[in-house]
Structures are given as structure tokens and as C-alpha cells.
């Protein structure tokens, strides 16, 4: 079964540092999306992406974070100036252009916990 | 988007079917109800979505009443690999790209 897969699986920086978390979407997908997970908190939505271009973004994702698809394959979240506040676990997912049920099913990467010091 | 309400937490034995309700009062037309599941330390992974009446897949159940501002997820046999979190979300359909919004979802404990 295809999977979206995340690297690093931990990252560890300094405060004030730039970050960059990597997720290879499922092959066929051309919906991306980043979500975050503070420990004990809830799933939250960063961003949506398609045809190369932010298409939501909610209030976290301010201008220290920023979204790009380098190449056919991978998916980047950058995080410029890291604070201790975005210590999470970051979720990638994917999803097709249009489920077969008129919904989007989307498939989320196993994360990266990233860990500001 | 509508909010959606459930349990925080529910606990249940090996083998007993397991049913989990949420509400979602403001639910609109073009919303699908949709169910994740959630692992400690994993992504959120889909289980089940529908419409209206009921869906059945080989993991799980969903009810939903005529007037849709409920559904039910139902586990039958759970067993302690289905201790995870789960939530109910109301997503648009028709509608890529859309984020989802999860709420705190409910935590089901399996014991032996």
C-alpha cells in the first residue's frame, strides 16, 4: 500500500534556527497538506497545497513558515526562526484531486517530532 | 465548519462492540462525516466516511440519521490494537485541498 513517508523522525535545534522537514507524498496525489501536534494537544492545520501554490493556510502559519514542492517528488516545510513554541510532532499528508465517494480521504506521514531547545 | 462533539473518553473490554457518537449540529449539505483514528506517536489514519444512513467497511460501522446532526462510529470485537484516539470531523465534499479540523477527539481504552 503506498504511504506518505517524513524524514527526519526527530530533529532537534537551537532557537532562532531554520528548519526544514521533508515528506514524500503518495505518487498520484496533487494535495498536500501540513498539520502540527503540540504533545497532549489536538491535530491542527498549517497548510494546504496544489499545483504549486499555498491554497489554505490557517493562523499558525505565519511568515516564518513557508511551503515548496523542489521537486516531482518532495514536499518541504520550512520553519525560519524556530521558537520553543514549535516544539510538535509535524504531520504531512496527501490526498488525490477527487475520491471516488466526492471526498477527500487524506493520508497522513508517520511525522517528524521536532524539538526546539 | 460545523463543530462536532464527542466523548473524551470511553473504556471497553477485548471482544465487546464499541460505539462512539458525535454530534454535529451545524452540519451542512455538502459535508461528508468523516473518522479518523489516531495512534500514540502516528498519524491520523481515515477509517470511515458517509453521507447519510449507514457505510460499512472491513474495519468499522457508520451510522448516520436521516436528520445527520449525529453519527455513530461502530467497532465491532474491539480489540487492545484498537486503543487509540478517534475523531469525528465534517468535511466539505467536492472540495480538494480542504483542511481538516480535528478536535480532541475520544480517547477508547481497551482492556483485557
Known amino acids: 500500500e503506498p504511504e506518505v513517508t517524513q524524514t527526519p523522525s526527530h530533529q532537534v535545534t537551537q532557537m532562532g534556527q531554520e528548519v526544514i522537514l521533508r515528506c514524500v507524498p503518495i505518487?498520484?496525489?496533487?494535495?498536500f497538506y501540513w498539520y502540527r501536534q503540540i504533545l497532549g494537544q489536538k491535530v491542527e492545520f498549517l497548510v494546504s497545497?496544489?499545483?504549486?501554490?499555498?491554497?489554505?493556510k490557517s493562523e499558525i502559519f505565519d511568515d516564518q513558515f513557508s511551503v515548496e514542492r523542489p521537486d516531482g517528488s518532495n514536499f518541504t516545510l520550512k520553519i525560519r526562526s524556530t521558537k520553543l513554541e514549535d516544539s510538535a510532532m509535524y504531520f504531512c499528508?496527501?490526498?488525490?484531486?477527487?475520491?471516488?465517494?466526492?471526498?477527500?480521504?487524506?493520508?497522513f506521514g508517520p511525522g517528524t517530532r521536532l524539538t526546539v531547545t | 465548519l460545523a463543530k462536532t462533539t464527542q466523548p473524551i473518553s470511553m473504556d471497553s473490554y477485548e471482544g465487546q462492540e464499541v460505539n462512539i457518537t458525535c454530534s454535529h449540529n451545524?452540519?451542512?449539505?455538502?459535508?461528508?462525516i468523516t473518522w479518523y483514528q489516531q495512534f500514540p506517536s502516528q498519524g491520523p489514519r481515515f477509517i470511515i466516511q458517509g453521507y447519510k444512513t449507514k457505510v460499512t467497511n472491513e474495519v468499522a460501522s457508520l451510522f448516520i440519521p436521516a436528520d445527520r446532526k449525529s453519527s455513530t462510529l461502530s467497532l465491532p470485537r474491539v480489540s487492545l490494537s484498537d486503543t487509540a484516539v478517534y475523531y469525528c470531523l465534517v468535511a466539505q465534499a467536492n472540495q480538494a485541498g480542504t483542511a481538516l479540523i480535528f478536535g480532541k477527539g475520544t480517547t477508547l481504552s481497551v482492556s483485557s
Open positions: 451545524n452540519i451542512a449539505t455538502n459535508d461528508y
Open positions: 505518487s498520484n496525489h496533487l494535495y
Open positions: 497545497f496544489y499545483n504549486n501554490e499555498i491554497s489554505e
Open positions: 499528508a496527501s490526498s488525490a484531486l477527487r475520491g471516488t465517494s466526492g471526498s477527500y480521504e487524506q493520508y
